[in-house]
């Protein structure tokens, strides 16, 4: 059996007990470790497991993906996912191979940020499609979250933008190279993606586009959702800019305020306020019942 | 401390290892028995607990919180919510008032249907809106989900769709007369959600509008995600509401399908599909590159 096994958003004992038996009586432990961290080490996780935990980088689930598939069919083998196994990653390529090679599949489902970010105050169902942010280049600024980012405020629901990562990555030189060397991890925050949201607004706007919000749309960033740490700030983009010191380390996330916001999501996220007089004049203002 | 736990979707041992050690230390555990079920009794968790649990109606929640929130400024009480805390219902109102009773609050994450939806294999990021669907009454027939649904289709979206529990409700015979008799719980079928949705789309058309989706539109029925017994029916709405009997019992949900569906999603939905060749048919013609 090949056992997808989500294991929540902070540290060890975010696993669910029945996930933490499997991995306790499987066979092979593997670990997804490019699409989210957990805010503890993988040591730690060992510890606790009281077993060895193999990291599954991209080139191993992408290209090597029969070693942990191996002997699935008699064995159990238990794939460890930050998260929900099915959450902002899903590794439907791993399980259809699986299928392939009449392995039997059981999920095992835990935390998503996806869902977690409901710890806002902000109804879920108010969210529209979910976009990404990637780390921004001199020359590569993609822009397709805009598009998406509009179609959610058009018809005035939530974004929550999910922030990029660089985990195991190679500078050109090394890659060009081919020196297995790899950067320091990367994790975008809140107030870099609330500037290059406002770059990229910016940008459209001398097109003749744009408008789809600006330096005082409404917004709230999360850190570490889940955790004991779990910290939220609530502002306007331009507000977020400035707000990484107090928001503190990784994994961040944000959301930016559709007009559909009830006054009951914009009391719940008024505790959180760089300011809270201007959160409530802007709520007012641009908002309430538009 | 207020501490809101999430269950997860399942059974007792869903909970997270965090989760269950404050469960088992707390002054007192209630668990919110309105909004979802797990898959099994209130007795079943409370020896696996090793704790009396409390039933927390929606009169309690709702009219009785200073109970639940008693001496929680020096005491640790323990909420239990299906799913995530903070999934498809938020507990803000609670939130609220153990904030202006200086109350500390400390929320357990866990999976809701929101993300744990990703089981059929759809991405996430390619959900709108989620949308409830009541249990139509001759009289009640709230389309309010018809326009949500039009919102997400217009942009190429899928919509999860959750169905309606009735636990704990009178009739109006027994509430007339004050008398606390309950009827048996109810939850809405797959089958009876797929019905009362080409119902809507009916009377839309009969008023001029209309065309949202139709007989042929294609959608997942999903039931006990998460769980053992979990499973899975793709295919068109018409051939939905047939699907009851395959899909078992409850809960169950339902996603309609947008046109931005990506061919990985449909290769690993097709598992599903009450007739194969059907599904892919439709999917080439309506769905792939449109």
Same sequence: chains 1, 2.
């Avoid at 606790?48 to 992408?62: H, K, Q, T």
């Avoid at 305020?257 to 999501?265: A, K, P, Q, S």
Wanted: proline fraction near 2%; include cysteine.
């Amino acid at each position: 059996m090949l056992y997808l096994i989500g294991l929540g958003l902070s540290d060890e004992t975010d696993i669910t007990v029945k996930g933490l038996d499997v991995v306790r009586k499987a066979s092979r432990v593997y670990l997804e470790a490019y699409t989210s961290i957990l805010l503890v080490d993988k040591s730690i996780l060992e510890t606790y497991y009281g077993r060895d935990v193999i990291l599954a980088d991209r080139e191993m689930v992408e290209f090597a993906s029969e070693d942990i598939l191996d002997n699935a069919q008699t064995e159990d083998v238990a794939f460890l996912v930050v998260g929900d196994p099915f959450g902002a990653t899903t590794h439907t390529d791993l399980v259809l191979r699986a299928r392939s090679l009449k392995i039997p599949i059981q999920t095992i489902p835990n935390a998503s940020i996806m869902s977690a970010i409901g710890a806002t105050g902000l109804q879920l169902y108010n969210f529209g499609q979910t976009v990404s942010m990637v780390f921004f280049t001199k020359t590569w600024k993609p822009t397709s979250f805009y598009d998406r980012i509009k179609e959610n405020r058009d018809i005035g629901l939530h974004t929550l933008v999910l922030l990029d990562i660089k985990v195991k990555e190679q500078s050109y030189e090394n890659m060009a190279r081919g020196r297995k060397i790899y950067e320091p991890p990367r994790y975008m925050t809140v107030g870099q993606c609330a500037q290059q949201m406002l770059e990229i607004e910016e940008i459209k706007k001398a097109e003749g586009a744009g408008g789809v919000y600006d330096e005082e749309s409404l917004a709230i960033g999360a850190a570490r959702v889940g955790g004991k740490t779990e910290k939220f700030v609530s502002g306007t983009l331009k507000q977020l800019c400035e707000a990484d010191e107090e928001l503190g380390g990784p994994l961040q996330s944000l959301v930016l305020l559709g007009r559909r916001t009830h006054e009951l999501e914009i009391d719940y996220a008024r505790e959180f306020a760089v300011d809270r007089e201007g959160w409530d004049r802007i709520w007012k203002r641009d908002y309430d019942a538009k």
